[in-house]
């Protein structure tokens, strides 16, 4: 997908489109120095990482005041949720990595975007005084291990949304053995394999 196809179908405002240009550029210039996405999707760009991500933004709860993106890397999605949210209102935004050469990079593109994420440079296993109304995460784990990282930011009514691929209904199976949930499967636009994972009520098992 080209830019110009990108803009055709989502129909963003020019100041937007400005800042997701910009967060473009940037990842190329610096995904010369560091890893930040895989290489070969750089040329897909539009479809696979900023299409990808700002299909979330839909699916966040109206009421959401805090987001917290697990393992952030290069910003896809939690960066996208931030810039959206300054335009168009939704929640705070926490970006969470531990790779502080990405935590660089993030803080690029949050301050060029005037995008409004707070990032923390730290690991999640060491955050342990904070909520959220909303946990997101890409391409990180498998769920059973992501619902273990992500449960420490549970509030009593935390939504998860998760991105997954054609695994995610394996996933599911497996998670189920260690989680109750209320579970919502949203078809990706980006990709007829992957599915978005919408959870609430989430608890471990007795």
Not at 11 to 40: A, C, F, H, M
Not at 81 to 108: Q, T
């Amino acid at each position: 997908m080209s830019y110009e196809s990108f803009k055709k179908v989502t129909l963003l405002p020019e100041g937007l489109l400005n800042d997701l240009r910009i967060y473009v550029d940037l990842l190329s210039k610096w995904q010369k120095r560091i890893n930040l996405v895989s290489t070969p999707s750089l040329p897909d760009v539009w479809n696979r990482h900023v299409l990808d991500s700002l299909q979330l933004y839909p699916l966040i709860p109206k009421s959401a005041k805090s987001l917290i993106d697990m393992g952030s890397g290069a910003g896809f999605p939690g960066l996208i949720i931030a810039m959206m949210s300054k335009r168009h209102g939704g929640p705070k935004v926490h970006l969470v990595e531990a790779d502080s050469r990405k935590c660089a990079f993030l803080a690029e593109v949050n301050n060029r975007t005037s995008a409004g994420a707070t990032i923390h440079d730290r690991r999640l296993e060491s955050i342990t005084d904070m909520g959220a109304d909303v946990v997101t995460a890409r391409a990180l784990a498998p769920l059973r291990k992501l619902l273990k990282m992500a449960v420490r930011f549970e509030t009593g009514t935390t939504t998860y949304v998760f991105l997954k691929g054609e695994k995610a209904r394996d996933e599911l199976t497996e998670a189920g053995k260690e989680w109750t949930m209320q579970v919502e499967e949203t078809s990706s636009q980006t990709l007829a394999t992957a599915t978005i994972l919408t959870l609430k009520g989430v608890k471990r098992r007795d």
